[in-house]
Structure formats: structure tokens, C-alpha cells
């Protein structure tokens, strides 16, 4: 029960008492502060007078106290587990920090030892105050733990040599840089292992450039830019500070150098000064003007700029007021953009502006601006493009596009476009007058032109589509203009089909020529060819035609052929008596009585 516990306890501390009555004097006398603990308890049975002294506890208060309240750092279980009777007569020294009444924190070594006094196994703690050269001692070896472990975390590469040149400090950052540094007992021996150039530089750095060598002669070096190589590593760009090592009386005793790896900055500023580089030259080569001004002031323009301002040179215009530059009609405009950018941070949408040239003529310009950053000021883009040459192609153009206005109107052949449907959607005065006896009302309504099936009809038309869709181009399709022509009209056309670039139809364009007086004089021809001059009857040709089909047919069918041979007696007398002219009358008047008695 709760209750024997408490007289077990009793007991033994009154039998604990009673054995140190004999060496509680001898205790009290020692220099050093003595506590007694049981082994299983952390709070104090005994402490001497000079415990009680220094502490400003008395017995009864400390009886009360845990031990760490006096030693923060108490640890029984660095001197053996006495509640396993594993007890111990080595003691164990070692350094701690002592609370007396009050906050008061002073540096004691501490002695922890385990021993029985009658039946009663104990703990011991014997603490002795530091005196002020030990407690510096102890402070520098802290410091000296510290600034190692420091020295050891630090991302930066250290090393550092005696006067002799001896390594006394390679920090795991340069031993995981180069590892086989740390084998080396002398600096000098690193070019075994290390090469070492300028930046930049491809020729190896003399070993009296080295920082760490200069420190050795007392120099102080700062921000060198290094490039060190090993075998079968990277190079590796770094940045150097090393300084001299002296001591109190201002001799040198050795050197130090510090590392700062800057391989990956060195990498961006390559990429960033690559990048420069190609916009510069973008910039340089590019066809439009770049200007950029700060507060109104040109700080630079590109050669493109220059040319189209008609300067020499870039100085002519750096310094200038870009407001100088621009036509007084645009001046106020201008002052609004610079003033909408700054307010909004965003990019002005392209405005046709006039500039100066500096021969005093006027150039137009297109010109986007935004803002940005020079030189950490803030500032203003400027992005034109010479309108001139669009200027010059686009009056071209209209020029052009008048001639062929003029040639369209003008031009003797009809010229036409007509949908895939047939429907017109352009045609010249030619073709107004090829198709209709109204021209004028044609030209003057465009609506009123019908299909084109209306003027030839629905059968020609869709011969003349369909022979343009399967060969693409079609030349010399005749036709006659069977509606609302003025009179019997045969026309000539040429037609090509239009497909986009997918090979879709889109139009039909074609021209169309008046046939109509080459169709009578072929007809008039073919006539002639076949038939008398003299009687209008046909003649041997045709009769040879006739007859060779008549015969081919009687074969055919079996049938006969008959040949009727027609003569005028005394024909010559005619011709002796009253000449030829009467005969020919005779000859002529013969023939219509012919023809008008036979089936033609």
C-alpha cells in the first residue's frame, strides 16, 4: 500500500541519514559542491555547504527540487543503469551549466559517480566551478566546434594552408568538388589533380596567380573568376576570394581561400548573353525602324531607323526629342499613347504617323509602341514600318487596276464570268452588245442580265460547261445567240475553268468574239466550192459526193442506181450566133426550169 511505501522510504532515508552522519563533516568541507541522489530518484538527499552556498538553496528546499532544476544537463544514464545494480565506481567529467537561485547560470565541470554508503547505493554529482582561463578554454574549444561544423555545412568550397603550405583545411564542399584534393599534404602538389585558367581564358593560370598563392604573400585577393578542372570532371566556373591569415601580431601564418561555384550563373549567362546577342542582331537586321526613348528622348535607334529618317548615323538622332520627329499633326495623339501605356502597361495598337526626314521631307510611318525597361528607367518601344513602298504599290495598283478597267470596257472581244450555274456576274460592254439588241440597259442594270442559257439555250450551254469542266480550257466553241440578238448572231468562244487551291470550282471566265460574217463567207465558200458559179447547180464535185453515196446505199440494199445525162442541141450555134453572154442566159434560165420541175 500506499501507506508502507512511505515508511519503506522512511526507513531507508533514516538508515541513509544515519550512515552519513560520519562523513557529512568531512563533505562539508570540500571546495566543490557535493549532491547525493537515490539512484532510482532524481530528486537530492544531501548537498553539502558549499552546495547550499552557492546554489542559495537551503537542504530542505533542494530536498524538494528535481536535480535538473540546478543541472539542466543531467543524465544518469551516461554512468551505467544503477536500477539494474549495474553500479560503478568510474566516474565520468564533463562540462555543464549550473542554475542557482535567481536565473544565475554559471560554467561548472561536473563528476558523476555511482557508490553505496551502508546499504544504500547512490548517485554523486561533484561539480566544480570553472575558473575564468578555463572557462575561455572552454568557450574557444565551443567556438572552434562550432565555426568546424560550420566550415563543414558551408555550400562554399574552403581551403587553406599553413605558411609551409601545408593543407590544414580542405571542407567537404571541395572535398565533393575534386575528390582527391583531400589527399594532398601540400597546396603546391595540386596540379596533380587541378587545372586552373582565367574566365574566359584558355591558357592554364600561372601558379603565382593562384589565390590561394597570393594570400600566402600576404595579398588579398577578391571576386577572381576561375575556371578549374579535374580528370573525368566537368569544368567548373567559381569565383575566388582568398585573404592572408595573421596572427595577433600581424604576421602571416598561412592562407584561405573561399570558393563560390557559379557554373549554373556562369551557364544563364551565357544563354542571357547569347540571347542578346541574337536580338541585337534581330534587332539590327530587321526591316522595320526600332527606337526606343526614355522621357521623350531617343537612346536608340537601329540602322533600319537610320536609313528611313535619312541620316548617317545612329548619333544623328540619340539625344534628339522623338517629339522633333514627328509631324505637329500628330503630336497630341502621340502624348495620348505615351500617356494610356504608362497608365495600363499595354502595348498601342498600330497608327499610320508621319515623320521628318532630315533632309525636311515627310515619310509615313506605321508605328506600334510599348513600354519597357532600359537601363532600369522606364521607357517607350518604338516599332515603325515605311508605309512608302505600300504606298507606291497600292497607287500601282489602282493605276493597273484602271488599265485593265479601261481595256475591260473598252476591248473588242466580249468579256464575261459566269457561275457554275451559268448566272453572269461580270461582262463587258462587248458582250452586252454580242447577246442583246439593248446593250445600254444591260450595262446600266446589272440585274437584268439572265443566265447565260437564255442567249444560246439550255442544250448548247451545258455542252459548252461540261467540255470546260473535263478539259479545263476550252478555245473556239461557236454558237449562235438564239434570243433577243440583233438579228442572226454567231459568236466565238474561249472559256477556262476557276478552282481554289483545293481544286474546287469557283467560276467560269472566257471570251466571245462576233463569227457571224466569217460563218457567212464559209458558208458562201463552201457553196461556191460545190456548185456552178454560172447556174447555181452543183457542179462535178458534189455530183461525184452524190453519186458515190447513192451507190454506197445500193449496195447496202441491193437496189440500182440510175444516172439521168441531160444535153441542149445546137447549144454552140447559140453561143456563135449571139455571143456567150446569150448563152449564159440560155444556160441559166435552162437550170431554173430544171430545178423547178425535179425534187431538189
Same mark, same amino acid.
Given at each position: 500500500?500506499?501507506? +508502507? ?13 544515519? !550512515? ?37 538553496? !537551503? ?9 535538473? /532544476? ?7 544514464? &551516461? ?66 566546434? %562550432? ?12 581551403? /587553406?594552408?599553413?605558411? =609551409?603550405? @601545408? ?23 595540386? $596540379? ?13 593560370? /600561372? ?21 578549374? $578542372? ?17 596572427? $595577433?601580431?600581424? @604576421? ?31 534587332? =539590327? ?46 503630336? +497630341? ?9 504608362? /497608365? ?43 508605309? !512608302? ?8 495598283? @489602282? ?16 468579256? %464575261? ?34 443566265? %447565260? ?15 470546260? &469542266? ?33 481544286? !474546287? ?11 457571224? =460574217? ?46 439521168? %445525162?441531160?444535153?441542149?442541141?445546137? *447549144? ?5 450566133? *449571139? ?9 441559166? &434560165? ?11
Amino acid at each position: 500500500t500506499l501507506a +508502507e511505501l512511505l515508511v519503506t522510504q522512511l526507513r531507508q532515508r533514516r538508515q541513509f541519514m544515519g !550512515s552519513l552522519a560520519g562523513v557529512a563533516e568531512l563533505l562539508d568541507q570540500s571546495r566543490d559542491e557535493v549532491y547525493l541522489l537515490a539512484t532510482d530518484q532524481h530528486r537530492c538527499y544531501y548537498a553539502n555547504r558549499r552546495a547550499r552556498w552557492r546554489t542559495g538553496y !537551503s537542504m530542505a528546499e533542494l530536498e524538494t527540487l528535481e536535480i535538473r /532544476a540546478v543541472f539542466p544537463d543531467y543524465a544518469p544514464e &551516461e554512468n551505467g543503469d544503477a536500477d539494474t545494480g549495474d553500479v560503478s565506481t568510474t566516474s565520468t567529467m564533463r562540462t555543464a551549466e549550473h542554475i542557482a537561485r535567481g536565473g544565475e547560470r554559471y560554467p561548472v565541470e561536473t563528476r558523476l559517480s555511482s557508490l553505496r554508503i551502508g546499504d544504500s547505493t547512490m548517485r554523486m554529482i561533484v561539480a566544480r566551478e570553472l575558473g575564468e582561463q578555463r572557462a575561455i578554454e572552454i568557450t574557444l574549444e565551443r567556438e572552434r566546434e %562550432f565555426s568546424k561544423g560550420l566550415l563543414e555545412n558551408l555550400s562554399e568550397g574552403v581551403v /587553406a594552408c599553413d605558411v =609551409e603550405g @601545408r593543407l590544414t583545411v580542405v571542407n567537404r564542399t571541395m572535398r565533393d568538388w575534386y575528390p582527391g584534393l583531400s589527399d594532398l599534404t601540400a597546396f603546391h602538389q595540386w $596540379s596533380r589533380i587541378l587545372s586552373i585558367f582565367e574566365d574566359e581564358s584558355s591558357s592554364p593560370l /600561372a601558379e603565382d596567380q593562384v589565390p590561394l598563392v597570393r594570400a600566402l604573400r600576404g595579398e588579398r585577393v577578391r571576386a577572381a573568376r576561375l575556371v578549374i $578542372s579535374a580528370p573525368g570532371l566537368a569544368y567548373r566556373h567559381v569565383l575566388v576570394n582568398a585573404d592572408p591569415l595573421l596572427d $595577433s601580431n600581424g @604576421r602571416n601564418r598561412g592562407g584561405v581561400a573561399v570558393m563560390t561555384d557559379m557554373t549554373s550563373q556562369y551557364v544563364t549567362e551565357q544563354h542571357l548573353r547569347q540571347a542578346r546577342e541574337q536580338y541585337q542582331t534581330l534587332i =539590327e537586321s530587321s526591316p522595320d525602324m526600332v527606337l526606343v526613348h526614355c522621357d521623350g528622348v531617343i537612346v536608340y535607334i537601329n540602322w533600319t531607323g537610320v536609313r528611313i529618317l535619312g541620316g548617317n548615323d545612329p548619333g544623328d538622332f540619340i539625344g534628339r526629342l522623338i517629339i522633333d520627329l514627328l509631324h505637329p499633326s500628330f503630336h +497630341e495623339i502621340a502624348h495620348q499613347r505615351v500617356r494610356e501605356m504608362r /497608365a495600363t502597361g499595354k502595348v498601342a495598337k498600330p497608327l499610320e504617323e508621319l515623320f521628318f526626314r532630315v533632309d525636311g521631307s515627310t515619310v509615313p510611318l506605321e508605328v506600334a509602341a510599348t513600354p519597357i525597361s532600359h537601363n532600369g528607367r522606364c521607357a517607350i518601344q518604338v516599332v515603325a514600318r515605311d508605309m !512608302s513602298e505600300r504606298y507606291r504599290a497600292i497607287e500601282a495598283l @489602282r493605276t493597273a487596276e484602271q488599265r485593265f478597267r479601261s481595256l475591260f470596257e473598252n476591248a473588242a472581244e466580249g468579256i %464575261f464570268q459566269i457561275t457554275p450555274q451559268g448566272d453572269f456576274t461580270t461582262a463587258n460592254p462587248a458582250m452586252a452588245g454580242l447577246l442583246c439588241k439593248d446593250a445600254t440597259e444591260l450595262l446600266e442594270k446589272p440585274g437584268n442580265w439572265r443566265n %447565260f442559257a437564255h442567249y444560246l439555250s439550255r442544250e448548247v450551254l451545258d455542252l459548252l460547261l461540261a467540255r470546260t &469542266e473535263r478539259e479545263g480550257n476550252v478555245v473556239g466553241f461557236e454558237a449562235e445567240v438564239v434570243k433577243d440578238a440583233p438579228g442572226r448572231v454567231w459568236i466565238s468562244i474561249n472559256m477556262r475553268a476557276v478552282r481554289d487551291d483545293a481544286g !474546287s470550282l469557283q467560276c467560269y471566265e472566257g471570251s466571245a468574239l462576233d463569227v457571224t =460574217e466569217v460563218k457567212r463567207h464559209q458558208r458562201t465558200l463552201e457553196h461556191q466550192a460545190t456548185h456552178d458559179l454560172l447556174t447555181n447547180l452543183p457542179n462535178r464535185n458534189l455530183l461525184d459526193d452524190r453519186l458515190l453515196q447513192s451507190m454506197a446505199t445500193a449496195d447496202r440494199h441491193g437496189t440500182l442506181v440510175a444516172v439521168a %445525162f441531160v444535153d441542149l442541141d445546137n *447549144f454552140k450555134d447559140i453561143n456563135d450566133t *449571139f455571143g456567150h453572154r446569150v448563152g449564159d442566159a440560155v444556160l441559166t &434560165e435552162s437550170a431554173r426550169r430544171l430545178s423547178g420541175t425535179i425534187r431538189a
